[in-house]
């Protein structure tokens, strides 16, 4: 075996957070080596590709990337008309080529970034070896490598629950400026969706994770529907789907041996338990991940401990308001019960009522029930 030596910042995984880690990390002037177990950035895509308007303060440069502006959102309960939310802007990217413009920026950065590389066990120590016998023996770690995050697992900090997803992609034959929400007792612990991307449209939905079984069924349904409603093609040309983590926001760091872990993007449980969107949340993550390696690395060992309190402010208290709306749904399927149209309003992000913290379980509550 060959030890790779010199490393200041091994980042693993190179989706947004991960890409944005290196880069960060590497303008800073430290010696970063990126691995991601994909064949090459962004494939096979796992995402329903929406990003909100936010992003534009984190990333320049989205227009090459954007297949068309969103300015609306419009959901349907059960059977129901659709409910305009105004004022809803974002951007449907080609997930793609977002990864491909982020794991870029990362190599002009001078992060050497590799693909096709398999971590086949992480040591106690913090040495990671390849499948091929190399050992790469960082002084730093940033997991950026998903919901099931190896590097989460090794130092002990793992999401515990996920929806898993089911996403069809299929023509779209009249133009359309929303996103489409289907909320409905039939889409346990999750909704459907219709995401337009100019000339496609993507259709998917996410269930709690007991419920997956049944997903090919319900994508199915919801694009019958759609078909029959002369809003879609028959023809579906990308099937993908993948597990979302929707317990909330973990403790982002560690340690192996004398070697900090910094988690980011859903390894974190940044995403939204509710929506579950977590690029921009990935994208923000990595990019204080990254610096604070460098930091660390340059000598600043309080940052560790300064990255889990921003973080915490950044994302903890609109992630915890998510995780007890979805958890209140949860609790009316798992007690055997339909919720009703009332309900899956205040699951939702477009209702005053989700909002409402009146209306909210405490966290009490929530763990008796």
């Known amino acids: 075996m060959t ?88 951007r449907m990217v ?52 998903g919901p099931r995050s190896r590097i989460g697992k090794a130092i ?54 007991e419920d997956r079984l049944r997903l090919k069924e319900i994508v199915e349904t919801l694009h019958a529907r759609l078909v029959d409603e002369g809003r879609v093609g028959a023809e579906i040309s990308a099937c993908t789907g993948g597990a979302i983590p929707v317990g909330g926001m973990l403790h982002p760091a560690g340690k192996l041996g004398d070697v900090p872990v910094l988690l980011a993007g859903d390894a974190a449980g940044l995403a939204n338990p509710v929506t579950g969107g977590g690029i921009t949340s990935a994208v923000i993550s990595g990019g204080l991940a990254g610096t604070a390696a460098a930091d660390w690395i340059a000598g600043d060992t309080e940052v560790i401990d300064d ?11 609109s992630l915890d308001h998510a995780y007890h709306r979805r958890r209140e749904l949860i609790d009316v399927f798992e007690a055997g019960r339909a919720p009703t149209p009332d309900q899956l309003r205040q699951g939702w992000i477009s209702y005053p009522a989700y909002w409402d913290e009146r209306t909210l379980k405490s966290a009490e509550a929530l763990a008796a029930a």
């Open 156 to 209: 002990g900090i793992r999401n515990t629950e996920v929806v898993e997803s089911r996403q069809i992609t299929v023509p779209l034959l009249k133009a359309h400026q929303a996103t489409d929400i289907f909320v409905s007792a039939d889409i346990p612990g999750g909704y459907g969706w219709l995401f337009p991307r100019g000339d496609v449209a993507n259709i998917g939905a996410g269930v709690r994770a």
């Open 94 to 145: 080609d997930r793609a080529a977002f990864d491909r413009l982020l794991v870029g920026r990362a190599y002009a950065a001078g992060a050497d970034i590799r693909f096709d590389i398999r971590p086949i066990e992480i040591t106690g120590d913090g040495c990671i070896i390849l499948e091929t016998g190399e050992i790469i023996a960082p002084k730093f770690i940033i997991g950026a490598d």
């Open 307 to 317: 990255y889990v309190v921003e973080l915490s402010a950044l994302f903890k208290g």
């Open 3 to 90: 030890a790779t030596l010199g490393i200041d910042v091994l980042v693993v995984g190179m989706g947004p957070a991960g890409a944005r880690a290196a880069a960060e990390a590497a303008a800073e002037g430290a010696s970063v080596l990126g691995i991601d177990r994909k064949k090459r950035p962004g494939f096979p895509v796992q995402c329903a590709e929406f990003v909100p308007a936010m992003i534009d303060q984190e990333l320049s440069g989205l227009d090459q990337v954007t297949r068309q502006r969103i300015d609306e959102m419009i959901t349907f309960v059960e059977e129901g008309a659709g409910e305009l939310k105004p004022e809803f802007h974002g």
